[in-house]
């Protein structure tokens, strides 16, 4: 208890310099002035911790530290996903709606696991580049692009909604802490590790195969059910270049989760675990897999139609010729049970093939 009381002890005098001190009377820099609500996360982080405190006395009676998340932890998860949906904002790759849930998210995904909130890093940076890249050539052919992307709370929700809400259960049941994948000895932790990991990989490679697929490739993809040539954009069309990249996403977010752990975890802990790389491994497998299942979803219950522009739609309309797929479920909804699909089939294969030395 010393160390938190010393951090205790830091964050109450930080938080009353920055109370006291009027900042009207000092040329500070608009960089300064502009990051001041990040610089606010010091007095909520140290409030959640303090109400932190009061629950685990009340609870057990005790300040256990099993019970109690460190002050630095709060300050960190409330701070930097803060810090995180500004700079989204502000480059517009969501809007505020978007940003107010993502904000939500990154928290608990932070505080219950640095190595999920990587993951969320990996994932959300990278998709909204790939989001970027040859936009004017995507403005061509779908009807719907938004440049830098500017996902709104639904996109938030269908694509980081199953991790957090995986992240909740970890939170409760295996407490606010970074673990090594040991399916022996730690088999829930690991499950839900694998399954947090996966659905974040599953949306990065569907993600970059729409993406930078669809601009990268000069030719137009197959049907994944008919395997016909169909126009580029059109929903559950895959190419060569969309499968190598959607395997290439989810392996970066593999790998963001597998760097966390070697960062975080203790030495010792890592000794006497299996071995990790295959996060790597299973983050490429869940990518390719979340892509798979996403235009399998996407050429059957997905519409798609191009219309006299010769630009591809997602709803039935006078002038919009059928390409593929029934109208029953929106894109959102393709994302959503498609990471659910990969959250639940990975950390079974995981949990049966992952090598023990």
């Keep these: 208890m010393t160390e938190v009381k010393v951090s205790a002890y830091l964050l109450w005098v930080l938080w009353f310099c920055l109370g006291v001190v009027d900042l009207s009377r000092f040329r500070m820099s608009k960089i300064l002035q502009s990051w001041w609500p990040v610089l606010m996360a010091v007095p909520l982080s140290l409030f959640?911790?303090?109400?932190?405190?009061?629950?685990?006395?009340?609870?057990?009676?005790?300040f256990e530290d099993s019970h109690v998340i460190p002050p630095t932890r709060w300050l960190f998860s409330t701070s930097v996903p803060l810090a995180m949906m500004m700079i989204a904002w502000r480059r517009r790759s969501v809007d505020k709606s978007g940003a107010a849930l993502g904000l939500v998210m990154a928290f608990l995904l932070s505080l219950?696991?640095?190595?999920?909130?990587?993951?969320?890093?990996?994932f959300f940076f990278s998709s909204s580049k790939a989001t970027e890249f040859r936009g004017y050539a995507k403005r061509k052919i779908e009807t719907n692009f938004k440049e830098k992307g500017q996902r709104n709370w639904i996109q938030a929700l269908c694509n980081a909604g199953v991790a957090t809400l995986l992240a909740v259960?970890?939170?409760?049941?295996?407490?606010?802490?970074?673990r090594s994948i040991n399916f022996v000895n730690d088999f829930r932790a690991s499950w839900l590790s694998i399954s947090v990991m996966s659905s974040f990989a599953c949306c990065n490679g569907d993600t970059w195969a729409s993406e930078l697929g669809t601009a990268l490739s000069?030719?137009?993809?197959?049907?994944i059910t008919t395997f016909k040539r169909v126009p580029r954009g059109t929903n559950g069309a895959i190419s060569c270049i969309g499968l190598l990249v959607s395997w290439l996403g989810g392996l970066l977010v593999g790998f963001a989760y597998f760097l966390t752990v070697h960062v975080t975890v203790f030495g010792n802990q890592m000794l006497i675990s299996p071995p990790q790389w295959p996060l790597i491994l299973f983050g490429g497998l869940a990518g390719l897999l979340g892509s798979m299942v996403d235009s399998v979803l996407g050429a059957t219950v997905q519409f798609s139609g191009i219309n006299?522009?010769?630009k591809i739609v997602e709803d039935p309309a006078?002038?919009?010729?059928?390409?593929?797929?029934?109208?029953i479920i929106d894109n959102h909804s393709v994302n959503l049970l498609s990471s659910i699909l990969t959250g639940i089939t990975m950390p079974c294969?995981?949990?049966r093939y992952w090598p023990d030395r």
């Design 169 to 178: 259960l970890y939170l409760i049941d295996c407490g606010s802490s970074e």
């Design 112 to 122: 219950a696991n640095h190595a999920f909130f990587m993951c969320l890093v990996a």
């Design 48 to 62: 959640m911790w303090l109400a932190n405190l009061t629950l685990s006395k009340l609870w057990f009676n005790e």
């Design 218 to 223: 000069s030719d137009d993809p197959y049907l």
């Design 349 to 351: 294969l995981a949990s």
């Design 308 to 310: 006299e522009e010769g």
């Design 318 to 327: 006078e002038g919009v010729r059928h390409i593929s797929g029934l109208r």
